[in-house]
């Protein structure tokens, strides 16, 4: 019942890419067309099978501090069989997916899963997280593959024997979706589209809810902000006449924010105290 | 001059044309996650094109007098990789015990420069370009300089975006993403642009 659970969770509701917004890169970079958004979804997914088995069996062989290089290690060589695979038995996926495909290395999904709940779960446990949080970034991806192929060259499954043209005469393919430009805009609408019908709270910050940085890009933004900070005093002194009626809502906003803002530099100066005094 | 020619056209294509970033979808993460301050965004792109010079340096002569003679080239993910994350330690320890004052305003960006997919992006993609050592060295500096470019340009778009009433679906990544979609737009305007300057047909 539970191990159903770890499989299932990975589909929708923890969905890698659309709602623990993890895994940006190739989300963006493949997804020009749904063939090609299945071909990187599979080979996350064996990836990310095999490195939460492996990681699962070695949590108590690997010591803590050296911990995240030894997860990397695991899932390059695992993205090098891969690799090594597809340039034998399917030339085209390997051919499409490019210098995307090893870099699914250092894809944040699959380092966080390892860390998240690889080195903390069963071996089973672990292998079905692995493919359900695999399968859910092959669904995420295929969707907004399919969305950008079909309003970009107006075909589906272009490439494979079963390609669909899917607009009709009296539309042109809009080019736009193809380009870089449409994989931001195509992410953003589908990642609002979900909030929208979860009725999910919004993340906080920019989600990275999973992401194992997520402690280091706080300590950045904590120490980024102060003189930040400062600079938007400065600024306000210098030009007090300017905008004052924005300064009102300046000052809402800001209050909100930089009390959040302190309170994580405190908790970062916290941690880094108690580390050093570990030391 | 040759030489001077075919290094800018590089350096500028990695920049302005092939954008890191913006076309090439590499080092997304923190471009979304820490791109809310300018100086947040200058001291990543400072940390990010520095290692991305240094691992180029380090990797490439690698390849080619290690792993080609050795009939190993197919190990290049995993080593690039861990040479990847002993560098970003090595700088990190360097900088704290030599120039404290440098470790203060880089030192909290290295840790995310691991798992950074432009650093691996660039190694690799200098082998799958056959450039040589010279060219690598550019073309990393200019995918370095490109990242740093595209950050600082999105936290000021972000600044703004911080100060306005957005639905609430969209509010957080979607609305960022949609910011970085028009961004990305006004990069393709590049295209062309070192073509034209350097008069190739």
């Known amino acids: ?279 | 001059m040759e030489l001077a020619k075919s290094m800018m056209i590089i350096l500028l294509t990695g920049i302005l044309t092939d954008n890191f970033v913006l076309s090439k979808f590499l080092g997304i993460c923190p471009f979304l996650g820490v791109s809310k301050t300018t100086s947040g965004s200058l001291g990543m792109g400072c940390a990010v094109t520095a290692v991305m010079v240094i691992a180029t340096a380090v990797t490439w002569p690698l390849y080619y007098f290690f792993l080609v003679p050795m009939g190993l080239s197919y190990l290049n993910t995993i080593l690039f990789i861990m040479i990847i994350a002993v560098l970003v330690q090595l700088i990190e320890m360097v900088l704290k015990k030599y120039i404290p004052a440098l470790y203060k305003t880089l030192g909290v960006y290295l840790p995310l420069i691991t798992t950074n997919c432009a650093v691996l992006g660039v190694t690799i993609l200098n082998l799958d370009n056959g450039y040589n050592f010279l060219e690598s060295i550019v073309c990393a500096l200019g995918g370095g300089i490109g990242f740093m470019v595209a950050m600082l340009i999105f936290s000021g778009v972000r600044g703004r975006l911080e100060r306005c009433n957005v639905p609430s679906a969209f509010a957080g990544m979607p609305i960022t993403l949609v910011a970085a979609s028009i961004v990305s737009l006004s990069f393709v305007g590049f295209g062309g642009l070192v073509d034209g300057i350097f008069g190739i047909a």
């Open chain 1, 1 to 279: 019942m539970s191990y159903m659970k770890e499989f299932t969770k990975g589909l929708i509701k923890e969905n890698p890419t659309l709602v623990s917004l993890l895994g940006m890169c190739p989300t963006l970079a493949i997804t020009t067309m749904a063939f090609n958004a299945i071909g990187m979804g599979a080979a996350a997914t064996f990836v990310l099978v095999c490195s939460n088995v492996v990681i699962s069996l070695l949590k108590n062989i690997i010591p803590k501090s050296v911990r995240l290089p030894c997860y990397i290690v695991v899932i390059a060589g695992f993205v090098t069989l891969v690799q090594l695979l597809l340039q034998a038995f399917l030339p085209p996926v390997y051919d499409a997916l490019g210098i995307y495909l090893p870099l699914i290395t250092v894809n944040c999904i699959i380092l966080g899963r390892a860390e998240m709940f690889a080195s903390k779960n069963n071996v089973g446990a672990s292998a079905l997280d692995g493919l359900g949080m695999g399968i859910g970034f092959t669904l995420a991806l295929f969707v907004i593959g399919s969305i950008r192929e079909i309003l970009g060259s107006g075909t589906w499954f272009a490439g494979t024997d079963f390609a669909i043209t899917v607009c009709p005469d009296f539309m042109q393919p809009m080019t736009l979706f193809v380009l870089p430009a449409g994989g931001f805009f195509v992410l953003g609408i589908v990642i609002a589209l979900v909030n929208k019908i979860s009725h999910r709270k919004p993340p906080e910050a920019t989600g990275c809810a999973a992401c194992p940085n997520r402690e280091s890009c706080i300590s950045v933004e904590a120490a980024a902000a102060v003189p930040a900070e400062k600079a938007v005093i400065k600024a306000n002194v210098e030009k007090p006449v300017e905008k004052t009626a924005e300064k009102v809502a300046e000052k809402a906003v800001d209050n909100s924010t930089e009390k959040t803002v302190e309170k994580v530099a405190e908790k970062v100066a916290e941690k880094t105290e108690k580390k050093e005094e570990n030391n």
